[in-house]
């Protein structure tokens, strides 16, 4: 497993941006399988995104407007067009035993390392 911790959640009205960070502490390159995942009150903790060093998954409902990118230990995802529904806890997560995350990219249970997680508030 792999200490991380994520930053840059906050409040931002409908249509704004924010960008979030993922450190992972004691690592340099990031090279396995990690993703970006988000859970709403009430609802399940479902994908955003997954990445490994074939190239990176979306949900479909934030294709277009989130992107992930990785600069040397540190994950981020760039988000854009916020809407309300895209309010929720952001996790960020690491699988260091998969280089690539495959098929069950969109699985929490394939993840080990969590984050606590950083808010997300879209207000109208």
């Known amino acids: 497993q792999v200490p991380l911790m994520e930053s840059g959640g906050g409040s931002v009205q409908a249509g704004g941006s924010l960008r979030l960070s993922c450190t992972a502490s004691g690592d340099s390159g990031l090279s396995y399988c990690m993703g970006w995942f988000r859970q709403a009150p009430g609802k399940e903790r479902e994908v955003v995104a997954s990445?490994?060093?074939?190239g990176t998954n979306y949900a479909d409902s934030v294709k277009g407007r989130f992107t992930v990118s990785k600069v040397d230990n540190t994950l981020y995802l760039q988000m854009h067009r916020l809407t309300p529904e895209d309010t929720a806890m952001y996790y960020c997560?690491?699988?260091?035993?998969?280089?690539?995350?495959?098929?069950?990219?969109?699985?929490?249970?394939?993840?080990?390392?969590w984050g606590q997680g950083t808010q997300v508030t879209v207000s109208v």
């Open positions: 990445s490994d060093g074939a």
């Open positions: 997560a690491a699988e260091l035993r998969r280089l690539y995350c495959g098929t069950p990219w969109r699985n929490p249970a394939i993840f080990l390392s």
